[in-house]
């Protein structure tokens, strides 16, 4: 039977991504009609508001402009990820680092081990081009850049809610993707199991032929209706709550081109620019900090008393599901899984999984076992990929000054493919043929910035004299390109209070 009829349960940013994805992929075939389905009862989580440089890909791909996204979500440029505190603050004298959206290799020649050498005289992040750029709060692009393109990589920070909108806008005109307004009372299943149809309050019944599951944690589909198991893996990923908070800015107030994660002693805060607020987050394991020890300690970065704050709890549910495609149901979003905001993952999986199944999605029924098992080994690798990167970050640390440090150092459940990756890490740098898939969505580059941010113990190799001599003259080019760079670039403020002006011009 061919699969005409295809729901998506939920909206936000994991159902309007999918609407544009299956959108994009299906719409040569015009008996094949899409549908979104939300309840105006359910609130979205939407506190996702960093991306990698992927999402520019997602956008070409969807028809949407870089302009569009600058000026309707509230979006600033990410060139990458700070993390400050996650070392023993006593042992280091820069007790931070950057994770970029670029490469160590500089002029692709390995330096790794030339650093190795001489890791007491710079910080590895220092081999980015962005490390200058980053520290002075620069544009990754100039004035007269094109769309998507800057003079380093660069991805964005933006409003959720606002780019679920205008992600739904694009699927709604251009792609012809339908959508209602309903609250499901009842999923009814088959005899085999798969789903037959979907009961509203309403009163109306509406059969379709597939059905994606968009509905966050609650995962009514997936979970709910067709029981499909979730593996916890809390015991690797030991944050659970986030307290999440909206903190205006002044139009005077610089923005920091970068996601700011400070840790603390029981987890970490993120802190994102957007261009009239921040979003910041408190992250914690609620087996080491009290809500109102958390809160305490999120006022005490804020600077402000947030005990009568509006602050929005989050509880955080770290796993995935044992199969995200059983029989006609797909998931996506919260409902496939969570990894805890750490390296921006939702929206990432979110995306890669739905571009998945879209590009695989079958014509007829009697097709989905093959795609499905396919598909379910993909991910299945793909999050415990995630799982093992989110986690290194905790299990390299050095930091000893808290039980929660202790229990994910000392006495962490670590994945079998993370503990020898990493004992071979020990004796030799990483290297791209130690990632043996293409869905190992963080590769050698991520690793290597994260690794030798936390100076992982890598022994050094021999430095052969041409080696050294040529690392060096590398490493001092990068350096001041990087400065070169940043003191030819408008502040990142800046950037955006003329590309507003330019546009305000452009309306008069």
């Known amino acids: 039977m061919k699969i005409k009829r295809v729901v998506i349960v939920g909206g936000g940013t994991a159902g309007w991504m999918a609407a544009n994805h299956l959108g994009v992929e299906l719409r040569r075939d015009p008996e094949i009609e899409i549908t979104l389905i939300e309840s105006k009862n359910i609130p979205v989580i939407g506190v996702g508001e ?16 870089e302009l569009d996204l600058l000026t309707c979500c509230d979006a600033t440029f990410k060139q990458g990820i700070k993390f400050s505190n996650w070392m023993d603050a006593k042992k280091k004298d820069v007790n931070f680092y950057y994770h970029p959206f670029s490469s160590p290799y500089p002029s692709g020649f390995d330096i790794t081990n030339y650093w190795l050498n001489n890791r007491d005289k710079f910080e590895f992040s220092k081999l980015s081009e962005i490390y200058s750029i980053a520290e002075l709060n620069r544009s990754p692009k100039q004035i007269s850049s094109p769309p998507f393109i800057g003079v380093v990589d660069y991805a964005y920070h933006f409003n959720a809610a606002k780019f679920s909108d205008l992600l739904a806008r694009n699927a709604r005109e251009k792609l012809s993707v339908k959508h209602r307004f309903e609250t499901i009372a009842q999923v009814l299943l088959h005899d085999d199991g798969s789903i037959k149809a979907l009961a509203y309050e309403s009163g109306i019944m509406e059969e379709f032929d597939f059905y994606i599951d968009c509905s966050g944690f609650a995962a009514l589909l997936v ?20 307290l999440a908070l909206q903190e205006p800015t002044a139009d005077s107030d610089e923005i920091q081109p970068y996601t700011l994660a400070t840790a603390h002693k029981a987890g970490w805060i993120w802190d994102i620019p957007l261009t009239n607020r921040r979003g ?13 020890e958390a809160v305490q300690k999120f006022s005490k970065y804020v600077g402000r008393d947030l005990q009568n704050a509006n ?29 805890e905001p750490l390296e921006a993952t939702s929206i990432l999986v979110t995306d890669f999984a739905a571009n998945l199944v879209a590009r695989n999605f079958p014509s007829m029924r009697e097709d989905i076992p093959v795609v499905a098992g396919y598909c379910n080994k993909v991910m299945a690798y793909t999050w415990e990929r995630v799982i093992d990167f989110v986690q290194l970050h905790y299990f390299i640390s050095d930091r000893r000054d808290s039980d929660f440090w202790i229990d994910n150092t000392e006495n962490a459940v670590v994945s079998d493919a993370l503990r020898d990756r990493l004992d071979m890490w020990k004796i030799g740098v990483p290297k791209k043929i130690d990632f043996f898939s293409s869905f190992d969505i963080f590769g050698v580059e991520n690793y290597l910035f994260v690794l030798y941010g936390m100076d992982y113990p890598t022994r050094p190799g ?11 003259e590398l490493v001092r080019d990068v350096q001041q390109k990087s400065i070169q760079m940043a003191n030819s670039l408008l502040s990142h403020r800046a950037w955006l209070t003329e590309l507003r002006k330019a546009l305000a011009l452009q309306s008069a």
């Not at 602050?311 to 496939?336: H, S, T």
Request: charged share 25%; proline share 3%.
């Open 50 to 65: 960093g991306t990698v440089p992927k999402i520019k890909e997602t956008l070409k791909k969807f028809g949407i402009s």
């Open 223 to 242: 979970g709910g209706a067709m029981k499909v198991p979730f593996l916890d893996k809390s015991s690797q990923i030991q944050t659970d709550t986030a």
């Open 280 to 292: 910041v987050g408190f992250v914690y394991s609620s087996k080491y900090l009290s809500e109102d």
């Open 311 to 339: 602050l929005r709890r989050v509880p955080m549910k770290i796993g995935y599901r044992e199969l995200f495609w059983d029989k006609n149901c797909v998931a996506l979003g919260l409902a496939q899984g969570f990894v």
């Open 462 to 472: 021999v430095l052969g004299v041409n080696e050294e001599s040529k690392a060096k």
